[in-house]
C-alpha cells in the first residue's frame, strides 16, 4: 500500500457539480422487510444491466470511477450494498458493513486499441484519502469514515485508446469501459493572452468545437483580484463562479460540432458583489491586474455521464417514476470519463475594469486601477 496526496480542490468541486456528490443517499428500496442501503456518491440503479433483488441476497457491488488522462493519478472506489437484522442507521457507521477486504479484491485497467489488449495495469489501493464526517448540507454523516479504501494508479492514461475495468471481488467478476476525451479547440483566438474578456456589454461569448467523445461541457471562472491593506501587506484573493445554466450538450458525438455559451455581464457583476464583502477598515484598496484577471476551467464529461446526470436530475411534474441507469457489468455504479483544461491569465478590458471600480452597484468594495496604484 503506497501513500499518495489527496483530491485536489478543483477535483471536489467537479465531482460535486457532475456527480451530485451527496455522503448521505437518500434512497433505499424495501424489499421482503429487508432495506439495501445506497449509501454511496450517488445512488446507484439498473438499465442495461440486470441485478435481480428477489433472490437469495448476494454482496451487490457500487462502483464508481471518472477517467482523465490529465491527472497524475487516476481512481476506483468499491463499496457495497448491505443488509442485516439491526437499524440501518448502526449498520451503516460499521465500515464492514459497507467494504469488500482488500485483500480478496482484484482492480485492473485494460488498455485497448483496436481490440488489441495493449497493456494490463494492477491497480493498488489506499487508506490515506479520508472521508468526510460532514455531508454538503452540514450534517453529520450516518456512514462510518474508517477503513475508507480507494483503488488508483499512477500510470499514465492514453487518450487514443479505450479503458476496460476488470474487478474480481466476493466471486463476481465485475466489467466496465469507457473511452477517454481528447482536448477540443477554442475558437476566435480566446487562448491567448492578448484577446481580453470583455463585460462591457450585454455578455461574453465563448466558442468551441466538439470533441466525438464528449457530450456534455461546463465552465468554473476564477477571479483574482488583491487587497492593499494600509501598512503597505498585499494580500491575494480569489474566487470561483459556476452558474448550472452554463452546461451545454453536444448533439451528436462528433468532432467539430460549432457550440457556443453565452456569459450573462449582469450576472458577472452580480457576482462580483455576492463573493467579495464591503471593503474592511484595514484594507486601503482593491485592484484587479491588469494581465491575470481570470482563469477559465472549461471541464467535458462522456456518454455515460451525461446520461447519469440526466436521469437523476429532480423530477418536478406530477410522474415520479423514473429511469434507472448503470454501465457496470454485475454491479452498479460509473464508469465514464472527463476531462479538464484550464485557460489561465485571461485579462479584462478596460471598460470592464471600470465599470467594477465605478458601477454603483459595486463602487463599494474599494477597487481602483493598477494604473493608480503603481503611480
Known amino acids: 500500500m503506497k501513500n499518495i496526496k489527496k483530491i485536489s480542490n478543483l477535483q471536489k468541486k467537479f465531482f460535486c457539480k457532475f ?20 449509501f454511496f456518491v450517488f445512488t446507484f440503479f439498473s438499465c442495461e444491466t440486470k441485478v435481480d433483488l428477489n433472490e437469495d441476497w448476494q454482496s451487490i457491488p457500487i462502483i464508481y470511477s471518472i477517467l482523465n488522462q490529465e491527472d497524475s493519478i487516476s481512481y476506483v472506489r468499491i463499496n457495497k450494498a448491505f443488509i442485516g437484522d439491526e437499524s440501518i442507521y448502526a449498520m451503516a457507521k460499521e465500515s464492514d458493513s459497507l467494504i469488500y477486504d482488500p485483500l480478496k479484491v482484484s482492480v485492473k485497467l485494460e488498455e485497448w486499441n483496436n481490440n488489441n489488449l495493449k497493456k494490463t495495469i494492477n491497480l493498488d489501493y489506499t487508506y490515506d484519502i479520508k472521508k468526510d464526517t460532514i455531508t454538503e448540507y452540514g450534517d453529520f454523516s450516518i456512514f462510518g469514515n474508517e477503513k475508507h479504501i480507494i483503488y488508483f494508479t499512477k500510470e499514465k492514461l492514453n487518450s487514443d485508446n479505450e479503458y476496460r475495468l476488470n474487478i474480481d471481488v466476493d466471486g463476481k467478476k465485475i466489467t466496465a469501459r469507457t473511452v477517454l476525451i481528447n482536448d477540443f479547440v477554442l475558437l476566435k483566438n480566446f487562448e491567448s493572452l492578448i484577446k481580453k474578456v470583455s463585460f462591457s456589454g450585454d455578455e461574453f461569448k465563448i466558442e468551441w468545437l466538439s470533441n466525438e467523445n464528449a457530450r456534455i461541457y461546463d465552465l468554473i471562472i476564477r477571479f483574482k483580484y488583491f487587497e492593499i491593506t494600509k501598512t503597505h501587506d498585499t494580500i491575494y484573493k480569489t474566487f470561483e463562479w459556476h452558474d448550472n445554466n452554463w452546461l451545454s450538450r453536444s448533439d451528436a458525438l462528433k468532432n467539430d460540432l460549432k457550440m457556443a455559451l453565452r456569459i450573462s455581464s449582469k450576472n458577472f457583476f452580480n457576482e462580483i458583489i455576492k463573493q467579495i464583502p464591503e471593503k474592511p477598515e484595514n484594507i486601503k484598496s482593491r485592484v484587479i491586474k491588469n494581465n491575470d484577471a481570470l482563469d477559465f476551467i472549461f471541464i467535458s464529461g462522456g456518454d455515460d455521464l451525461n446520461t447519469y446526470i440526466e436521469v437523476n436530475k429532480p423530477s418536478y411534474g406530477l410522474m415520479q417514476d423514473k429511469k434507472d441507469f448503470t454501465n457496470i457489468n454485475n454491479g452498479y455504479g460509473l464508469f465514464s470519463c472527463r476531462f479538464t483544461r484550464i485557460i ?32
Open 19 to 38: 456527480y451530485k456528490l451527496n455522503l448521505i443517499c437518500k434512497k433505499f428500496i424495501k424489499m421482503k422487510k429487508i432495506y439495501i442501503f445506497y
Open 344 to 375: 489561465k491569465r485571461k485579462r479584462l478590458n478596460p471598460e470592464t475594469i471600470s465599470l467594477i471600480i465605478n458601477k454603483d452597484e459595486t463602487k463599494h468594495l474599494g477597487f481602483k486601477s493598477e494604473t493608480t496604484i503603481e503611480n
